[in-house]
């Protein structure tokens, strides 16, 4: 699976590909450039970090700072305002970029908190004839999906294998226009250009596409009230869930959650879920291990940083904070 592409960009690439030579524009056309420094954000931090290859597949953190902002600073929502008070917001942007060194950077690509994003998987019965039947067959999915007017929403797609019947699968995450142009108010506000936008699941998945292997996978990434978990097979999207609990309710919802995997997904009683990689708060592994067996009567393998390519130094940053920005970052070394 690929990045999928905000509407944005896709025009900004043709409209500057024009002077280049036929195979510099077939390339800026099919491999846009994307900035390789990554600002995360959540309710209560933000993280800016850059990246450095090490080989094919493998990062490492160049320079990375996670500041804390107060609460209320950011309010993460789909559907209401975002950012109350800009200037708090602008000013917890610019520490966190100066702590790593990288204030004098003005491209990023961004991701928000989950909850400000829905995501799902559009299914098509039957193949559009035609390009603008396709668009307007989405735009009706999507609205249905996310409960929004396609006018009223940014929808990133990205175009999955299809079932094995033959209809057609998207992976689809919407923004809503109003709550993205809050963010990219105080990123103008800061001279910066966002090239990339996405949310913070969707970018911690691509660890897992990346990576993936026999069997299936299992993020679970938490949020502000609850968390989102995405199943990968065969190296896709196959389910989304977000789930909305307190803390004290996320062990239930995930047991629950692969009590339905193990009804829907097993094939033949044999489980096929191998694989789990956490975004969160520490000391949630030993749990999950117990969940998992209780739940498929098995065992699965928890991953670490370096198990998806990334490589942790030093004892000062958490994965749980670098996640995301992390893997919207690779999209750069494309």
């Given amino acids: ?61 160049r320079q990375a700072a996670t500041v804390e902002i107060p609460e209320g600073v950011v309010y993460p929502a789909f559907a209401e305002e975002n950012i109350p008070d800009p200037s708090l917001f602008a000013s917890g942007l610019q520490r966190a970029t100066e702590e790593c060194g990288l204030a004098g950077t003005k491209n990023w690509s961004v991701t928000l908190p989950s909850s400000t994003a829905r995501t799902a998987i559009l299914t098509l019965s039957e193949v ?9 067959v989405l735009e009706f999915k999507a609205e249905t999906s996310f409960g929004v007017p396609s006018d009223q929403l940014r929808i990133s797609l990205e175009r999955l294998d299809p079932l094995t019947d033959g209809r057609t699968r998207y992976l689809a995450s919407a923004i ?12 103008e506000s800061l001279g910066w250009k966002a090239g990339l936008i996405l949310s913070k699941s969707v ?15 299992l993020l679970i990434s938490s949020q502000e009230n609850g968390f989102t978990a995405l199943l990968l097979r065969n190296g896709e999207p196959a389910l989304v869930r977000s789930v909305t609990c307190r803390d004290d309710e996320v062990d239930d919802e995930i047991f629950r959650l692969l009590v339905y995997y193990n009804d829907k997904y097993s094939a033949g009683g044999k489980n096929l879920l191998s694989r789990f990689l956490v975004v969160g708060e520490g000391g949630f592994d030993e749990r999950l291990r117990g969940i998992t067996a ?19 130094v030093g004892g000062s940053i958490r994965f749980s904070d670098v996640a995301a920005p992390a893997g919207i970052a690779t999209f750069g070394y494309r």
């Fill in 1 to 61: 699976m690929s990045a999928a592409l905000p509407k944005e960009r896709t025009a900004t690439a043709r409209s500057t590909a024009n002077t280049k030579a036929p195979n510099e524009m077939l390339e800026s056309l099919i491999k846009p450039h994307y900035p390789k420094a990554a600002i995360g954000i959540s309710q209560l931090a933000i993280t800016a970090l850059s990246l450095q290859k090490q080989a094919a597949g493998r990062y490492g953190i």
């Fill in 128 to 136: 559009p004839a035609s390009r603008k039947e396709l668009a307007e």
């Fill in 176 to 187: 809503k226009l109003a709550v993205l142009d809050e963010y990219e108010t105080v990123f």
């Fill in 203 to 217: 970018c911690e998945l691509k660890w897992l596409v990346e990576t993936h292997t026999v069997g299936d996978s």
């Fill in 294 to 312: 209780e739940a498929l009567g098995t065992r699965v393998d928890l991953l670490q940083p370096s198990d998806i390519g990334l490589e942790m």
